[in-house]
């Protein structure tokens, strides 16, 4: 069964530019979330998705974004990048049912310059 | 506001003896925990959990500990091994009724094993 798949796996974006993360669920799997890494932030939570609808939000500015499609494949977006938005991204897919395991994919380390 | 607490960044462990990784939280609302390992450069990798309905949930080598009036959770790994060697996070979720919802982490502790 494959796992969680985040494409790009690096990125270098310029400062103003925009950037599109992509997240492939285990199959089966219905909700989609995503987290941003960073040294001094540790591990911060962005959104959940499920059903193509946003379940949950982080506090994260505006620029952030996300979206889920029919087939559950989840997409993020950040617009008006910062320099402070460099950080690992990752992305979990689990179970619709609470109290269950989230799986993470190898994330996409997203560097700003 | 760290609702999640891992006040070890560092433990150091002889290969064989048990590693006992410890986590606080404050928010008496997180029913679920789930520790997670990380390697440098990989997503975390999903390795026990515990419901806040039992205190304690064994899988092979790990073992959580939940004491909810303490609101501290500890993952024991007995016996260690060089392979352990990684960053381990603690995370809660809080009942959300039909999603894992977010899930509030710690800021990790550095296990190392030698040999």
């Known amino acids: 069964k494959a796992g969680v798949t985040q494409t790009p796996r690096y990125l270098i974006k310029t400062r103003g530019q925009q950037v599109t993360l992509s997240c492939s669920p285990i199959?089966?799997?219905?909700?989609v979330s995503w987290y941003q890494q960073t040294p001094g932030q540790g591990l911060q939570f962005l959104f959940e998705?499920?059903?193509?609808?946003?379940?949950n939000k982080g506090n994260f500015p505006g620029r952030f974004s996300g979206r889920q499609f029919s087939n559950s494949r989840s997409e993020m977006n950040v617009s008006t990048l910062e320099l402070g938005d460099s950080a690992l991204y990752l992305c979990?897919?689990?179970?619709?049912?609470?109290?269950?395991?989230?799986?993470f994919g190898q994330g996409t380390r997203l560097t700003v310059v | 506001d760290q609702q999640v607490k891992q006040n070890s960044p560092s433990l150091s462990v002889q290969e064989g003896r048990i590693s006992i990784l410890n986590c606080d939280y404050t928010?008496?609302?997180?029913?679920?925990f789930l520790w997670y390992k990380k390697y440098p450069a990989e997503g975390p990798t999903f390795l026990i959990s515990?419901?806040?309905?039992?205190d304690k949930n064994e899988d092979g080598r790990f073992t959580v500990f939940l004491n909810k009036s303490a609101k501290h959770l500890s993952l024991h790994i007995v016996p260690s091994q060089p392979g352990d060697s990684a960053v381990y996070f603690c995370?809660?979720?809080?009942?959300?009724?039909?999603?894992?919802?977010?899930?509030?982490f710690g800021r990790g502790t550095q296990l190392t094993v030698w040999p």
């Open positions: 979990a897919s689990s179970h619709y049912t609470a109290n269950t395991e989230a799986f």
């Open positions: 199959s089966g799997h219905r909700s």
């Open positions: 998705y499920f059903s193509e609808t946003q379940r």
């Open positions: 928010n008496s609302m997180f029913d679920y």
């Open positions: 515990i419901s806040s309905i039992k």
């Open positions: 995370a809660a979720s809080e009942d959300r009724g039909s999603t894992l919802g977010r899930l509030y």
